[in-house]
């Protein structure tokens, strides 16, 4: 940033992450009682301001019901916190590790230390889960943390700061409300560790940024994740998972099924049952939670378009094809082969079906893109084991959509194009703790170094190259 108003923000920044770098350098690493009672205090905090949270992202979206708030934003918060305060004790524990012979009676262990002040950049879809996690795995691995918010849920993002202001002291825990420019200003930071979740545009800019202070990176990126369905699929429920997935906050979920693959003998029976499952679900889109905003729900829409002029046909769902911010389901068949719906990540409640004539031959057809962040299979198990091996993908549901996330023991993250590393449970722990390999010789070894020329001296030699 060399810009008035770039620079002046990044050294507001700076300003803000030497509170937290001074805050860490002058206390021992927080035990496990400390970080237990900051966990605590973060789920206290988040069940006593529910009321508040679940109003603000209303606002934001311009429709979100309190139920969806609660179950997919707020309620993953307080499952993470009690899990990471749960299994914490375990993972801190430091661990013995063997000691080749030549060292002995030397010992060996690992020991995982907080790392220091971690940055947390994060998108607008679940604004309290996609902060709130990554910050509770910080403060579970003994670190301090800056969080920078989403500016398109900035009644969140501003509702968020005022309890992270009230529950952690300001060298604790900051927030840093703004958009893309300051998103740029905080990116270049010398955290000791960033986790940035959103678009994989935006994450490539941020690793170049973090990679100037070598700072290590966690990226929680998007991309295309495919339901892939076998021919034994339990299709019913197939159908009705996956029309939830793309009703559930409108699609805007980040591992949502993008679209689906089905052989081409059951594709009209399956979207059959897809779209009376969306209608069932949509019931008459009263309750669906809008797109974030009008220029959003203008791409989703010019999608549609785009597939439609070029042949695709379109199953919209409800009464018409929604204004301003509604958009409502839509099922798509017979695509062309290079339109928008089959090129980006749609982040909407449109559902592209596709047909296949060989499993195997759909596998590969996603083994050769990009590695999508989920991958959902529904099928018995002969076809999961083929799923499982000749495909990669963050994570898998089987016979299910969306799920894992709940599942606070996995590793969350992506692999390729949809991210690097991994957060949630004890994967995220480790992430933002390092592992230091500790030694501790003793006064007498077995082996003595340092004296030259002796027999040990040639006796070592001939030990170590045998
Ligand atoms: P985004 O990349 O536009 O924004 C994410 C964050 O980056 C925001 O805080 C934003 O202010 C900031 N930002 C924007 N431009 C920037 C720049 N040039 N430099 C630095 N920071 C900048 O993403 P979004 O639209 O908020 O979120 C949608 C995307 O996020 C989708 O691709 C979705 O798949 C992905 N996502 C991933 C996960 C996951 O866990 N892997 C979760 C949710 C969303």
Redesign the pocket.
Known sequence: MTDGIGGGEAARLMDLLEVLRRGFLAADPPDLAARRADLARLKAAVRARKGDFVRAAAEDFGRRRAEETVILDLGPVVQAAGYLARNLGRWMRPERRRVPVTLWPGRARVIRQPKGVVGI??????PFG?SLIPLATALAAGNRAML?????APASARAMAAMLAETFAPDEVAVVEG??E???A??GLPFDHLV????????R??MRAAAENLVPVTL????KSPAILGRDADFAKAARDIAWAKIANAGQT?IAPDHVLVHEDDAAAFVARLVAELERAFAGGARMTRIIDAAKARRLRALLAEAASGGAALHVIGRNAGQGREVPPAVVTGLPPDCGLMRE?I?GPLLPVVTYASFDAALAGIAEGPRP?ALYYYGGAEGRARALARTLSGNVTVNGAMTHYAVDSLP???VGA??IGAYHGREGFEAMSHARGVYDEPLRSLIPLGRTGGRFERLFAWYMMR
């Open positions: 950049m994060t998108p607008w879809n679940y996609l920078k918010p989403s500016e398109l958009g893309p300051t998103g740029a905080f990116a940035f979740t959103g678009s994989t545009a935006v994450g800019k941020v929680e990126l998007g991309g980040c990540e982040f962040l969350f993250g992506g949809s991210g």
